[in-house]
């Protein structure tokens, strides 16, 4: 069963900010860490998403799919997701060493997401344009 990226969003905004009144049975860093968790799993789908309906090729690969946003999506659209993917993969991974990453910091990241499903959503379909532009 595939969730949809919004799904992915809704349930680390819930689990980032939980309604009042409920019991919180896990600490603001493991809370921060599984929406981080979320989020980059809605991030990753929003791209698969996106590349499915430009060329299907381009999910098999991670990193490709990634470099080659600039030329599609936009220098803007790629770099957002270039950063906020690096800064999720950096709050995912836990370390001994480190402090797990705050409910702001996931927050603002949060936000961002929800802004680039919402450009890559709106990000248009080449695939369909290269057609028409065909002789």
């Known amino acids: 069963m595939t969730v949809s990226p919004e799904a992915l969003v809704t349930a680390a905004g819930r689990l ?3 309604p009042a009144g409920s019991v919180h049975t896990l600490a603001p860093g493991l809370r ?6 979320l989020l980059r799993m809605a991030l990753d789908q929003a791209l698969d998403d996106y590349w499915r309906r430009i060329t299907r090729s381009m999910t098999r690969i991670g990193k490709h799919r990634m470099l080659c946003l600039e ?3 936009g220098s803007d659209t790629a770099r957002r997701c270039r950063t906020t993917w690096a800064a999720l993969s950096a709050a995912c991974h836990y370390r001994t060493y480190e402090l797990p990453p705050t409910p702001a910091e996931v927050g603002a ?3 961002e997401v929800t ?3 919402a450009a890559l959503r709106a990000a248009p379909d080449t695939t369909s344009a290269a057609r028409s532009a065909k002789p």
């Open 115 to 117: 802004a680039l499903l």
């Open 16 to 18: 980032l900010r939980p």
């Open 109 to 111: 990241r949060l936000l």
């Open 32 to 37: 921060a860490r599984a929406s981080a968790i």
């Open 71 to 73: 030329w599609y999506a």
